[in-house]
């Protein structure tokens, strides 16, 4: 359904992705784990086609109007409500209006429809930015970190969301910091680091491989033994479970 | 089609919400009514017999054309590259064309209103209300072009005002140096705004060859905006 084969590219003379090769299949949920600068947005913007890849080639099997998008920025439209953010999208798709509405409900905003987005918190935000990503049913759903800087009960809602959508039929094609999330969420995953694939397979699979399941299958320890490196968390005012690279001990 | 009709509401809606906008279609027919009713009609210190009737609304309007449409387009353009939210409608499939169809006409409907405002104030005539109906509208176009083109240019809206003020400045002011010196006048007159000066202080003359002039300069900027559309994008 999205594939990218051998895709080299670089900012100036830093390389950010080379040598990446990957297949995400139809109705699964394809997660991009990697540290912060790995590459993953990237990899985004070069798939729906926002930045051209120096060499290799890249595809997603169905067209840019059935799939939808929640990038790393969110741009709303700050002065407007969230339900008239949305109905710009419901017009431009030529779709009834009434979808905007379902897919407030479904991201738990149907009480701040009528709110400004400027008066909105960051979380709220986020929701909104899925709603839109959802609004048309697309076949393909790229999220960049959808749970990023949520609360836990509101990233546990959104990870129910997105099952629901794969089980209705939809690919999911996320990024994540959180190993944690993508054991629990993903059928298929890539660790990436300094624009390398390092590991890939389904979360079990990789952890077996890896002997690495103690209680539970434990990414993260993959992740240190493949690249000598670590994923560390660490808390501050934006929140827990955000991720930074440290240099192994 | 429809993509041009969900930008327009789009830009109809959030230019009711944003008041650094709104302002410049508001002030400039307003202080061109202080100034006609106080200055030019209202005979302070005997002035009048010296300016005309008209003199302060074709300066204002000039003024408006020249210098606050090419700034107006400019920053919403800017703002919705800075923001991102240009590149979601790329994303969803809004074509340039569509994009500035949708955004221009929200600025040319605004910017026309203005202009009847203006033209009230003025008292003009039936036929002279027309033709300045025509050069306003004219003038209008030429500048959300120039504007967009610099938007689309900036990274944000402090690199678009950067370039977009001096640039109206010029634009707006130099018509007024010419009229008191000719050789500048004579540079100018290559430029809409000039153009715009000279039909709006002087129906009589006749308004064909300045139109050319307007509409070859509109010319020019839709030629600067698809280059600029193609080496910057709309995105990122
Ligand atoms: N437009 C750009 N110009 C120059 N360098 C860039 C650009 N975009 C990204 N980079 C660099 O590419 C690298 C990968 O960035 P990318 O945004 O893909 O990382 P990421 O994995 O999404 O990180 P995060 O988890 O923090 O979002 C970084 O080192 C970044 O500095
Ligand atoms: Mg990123």
Redesign the pocket.
């Known amino acids: 359904m999205i594939k990218m084969t051998n895709v080299k590219k670089a900012?100036g003379t830093?390389t950010?992705l080379s040598d990446v090769t990957f297949e995400a299949r139809a109705r699964e949920i394809f997660g991009l784990l990697?540290p912060?600068?790995?590459?993953?947005?990237?990899i985004i913007n070069i798939l729906t086609n926002q930045l051209d890849a120096d060499s290799g080639a890249h595809g997603i099997d169905v067209s840019a109007y059935e799939t939808g998008m929640m990038l790393?920025e969110d741009g709303l439209y700050t002065r407007l409500s969230c339900m008239d953010n949305l109905c710009i999208f419901t017009d431009i798709y030529g779709i009834p209006r009434l979808k905007a509405k379902e897919a407030l409900k479904k991201v738990g905003l149907a009480d701040a429809s009528n709110k400004a987005v400027s008066k909105l918190s960051k979380g709220m935000r986020q929701r909104l930015a899925l709603a839109r990503a959802i609004l048309h049913n697309p076949k393909v759903l790229f999220l960049d970190?959808p749970t990023s800087g949520l609360d836990p009960n509101s990233a546990q809602s959104i990870r129910t969301l997105i099952e629901t959508l794969r089980n209705q039929g939809s690919t999911i094609f996320l990024?994540t910091?959180n190993m944690e999330e993508a054991v629990k969420l993903c059928d298929y995953v890539v660790l990436l680091n300094r624009g390398k694939i390092v590991e890939q397979g389904a979360p079990e699979e990789i952890c077996n491989r890896h002997n690495s399941y103690k209680t539970v299958p434990d990414l993260e320890s993959v992740f240190i033994e493949v690249t000598g490196e670590q994923f560390c968390a660490y808390e501050n005012e934006t929140g827990i479970g955000r991720f930074k690279i440290a240099p192994s001990a | 089609m429809t993509s041009v009709k969900a930008i327009f509401i789009k830009q109809a809606k959030d230019m009711t919400k944003n008041f650094s906008v709104l302002i410049m279609f508001i002030i400039f027919p307003l202080v061109a009514f202080g100034m006609t009713e106080l200055v030019a009609r209202g005979g302070m210190a005997g002035m009048s017999e010296y300016i005309s009737d008209t003199m302060f609304v074709t300066m204002m309007a000039s003024i408006f054309v020249g210098m606050a449409l090419i700034q107006c387009a400019c920053g919403i353009i800017a703002e919705d590259r800075e923001t991102k939210s240009l590149r979601c409608l790329v994303i969803a499939g809004v074509k340039p064309h569509s994009y500035l169809l949708g955004i221009g006409g929200v600025v040319f409907t605004a910017s026309l209103l203005t202009a009847i405002v203006f033209g009230l104030i003025a008292r003009f005539e039936r036929s002279d209300f027309l033709a300045f109906m025509l050069i306003m509208a004219s003038g209008t176009i030429a500048s959300i072009l120039l504007g967009a083109t610099v938007g689309i240019f900036s990274k944000n809206q402090q690199a678009a005002a950067g370039l977009s003020m001096p640039l109206a400045m010029i634009l707006g002011f130099g018509p007024m140096v010419a009229q008191f010196n000719y050789n500048v006048g004579r540079v100018f007159s290559i430029f809409y705004t000039q153009q715009i000066n000279v039909l709006v202080n002087d129906f009589s003359a006749g308004i064909t060859e300045p139109l050319i002039v307007i509409w070859a300069n509109i010319a020019v900027f839709a030629v600067l905006f698809a280059i600029a559309y193609k080496k910057k994008g709309l995105r990122n």
């Open positions: 900012f830093q950010v990697g912060s600068g790995a590459g993953k947005t990237t790393d970190e990024t910091h």
